[in-house]
């Protein structure tokens, strides 16, 4: 099985109505044309999103390796571009509590202070490469959307504080309220210090300049249709040229094919995740809902909402789950989540919505990311699975398999072990989606009615 969803949300010649992309603005896209005939690198790089062009660029940076990325649709097209622009901790589904029993204490912590150290380097990418991501907000906001949940927020703020999480305050529902957030699913809520939203679609465009800036090959709409070995070399083939490479690393997330490598089939599980942006909403449409925060929030749902008011006053509501992905269930898709955005925010009931688009977040069997090496000659590398929270946590990988590619000294030794291992096979792969959906049957049991 080569893809788990209808072809059409692999389809990189069908455009993505994000708002993103509306807003982007002009970029000169053309530096990054499709690869053309036959070329050497010493590391090639499948995945142009935030891991692989981070990659690109600390390879260059730090370790003076020009490498060629390759990427099978336009740069963006994937989740960098089109995710909801958290950047901020949680890219591990897995509980800290199933953390700690699974991997230790000390072992949690690093990974934790990764996640940390993460959000604080695509703000220092940001300023040192002159990127205007229009960072926006001061930390996040996870909302009890039932007051069975308020105690996994006490949790959560303790082993955040104890651990090395960055500062957290725990709100009431009218604390929440006078920090500029109310809604019909609001008991409480969390807010840690660390994390800001910013638009991803301009973060992925600036790191790919940085990384062609510093020497970098970066090949869009260049996807990688064979993999082979040839007298010690990894050879990369596209429709219209080939990498000979010493080494690779895969940066493919959850737009990764079961047929690139025999090594990543049945490893990975995407989801969908589906985003409306409303109209710019009127000061007094703001002011009736009570909701003013800039900062991105949300919820404790198992089917994560999340929601964030965009620097022009819109109002964007984000949603995981379904399992059709094929251009007939979009209009279902959207009228669920307009009715969805009316009963939580009463006073933006039946305000036009102006975009709605989805993509694929990736999830792995051990809900943690994976940054490891792929064979045993140390000559393939992944760095993949944020369970739709990449912005910052991609930024990092990208940095560091791009450290542990080159073998350079330290590398595999600062990777907590929570994320150190490669990805490992799902029990019969084939039948993915339909965990999934039976897993959902649960999830929305818990998030709706317990």
Known sequence: MSALYHASIYDTALPVPSYWQASAGAWNASRFAPLEGDIEAEVAII???YTGLSAAYHLARDHGVLACV???????????????GFCCLGSAKLSHARMVARFGLEETSRFIAAQVEAV????????????????????T?????RPSRWAELEAEAAILSRHGGGATSL??????????????????????????????LKYARGLADAAHGRGARIHADSPVIGWQREAGRHVLATPRGRVRAGRVIVATNGFTRDTLHPTLAGTLMPALSNILVTRPLSAAEIEAQGYSTETPVSDTRHLLYYVRLLPDRRFMFGARGGLDASPGALPRQRAWMERRLGQIYPAWRGVETKHFWRGLVCLSAALTPHIAALNDERTSFCALAYHGSGVAMASWSGRAVAALSVGAKGAAEALPAVIATPPRRYRVPALRLMRLRLAYAGFRLEDEVL
């Open 120 to 139: 604080e380097l695509v703000r220092a990418l940001g300023a040192a490469e002159g990127i205007a991501f229009d960072a926006q907000g001061s930390g």
């Open 141 to 145: 906001i996870t909302v009890a959307h």
């Open 47 to 49: 995945g142009g999103g």
């Open 171 to 200: 709100w009431s529902r009218a604390e929440l309220r006078a920090h500029g957030y109310a809604s019909s699913e609001a008991f409480g809520a969390l807010h840690q210090a660390v994390g800001f939203g910013l638009h991803p």
């Open 70 to 84: 390759l990427d099978a649709g336009p740069i963006g097209f994937g989740a960098s571009g089109r995710n909801g």
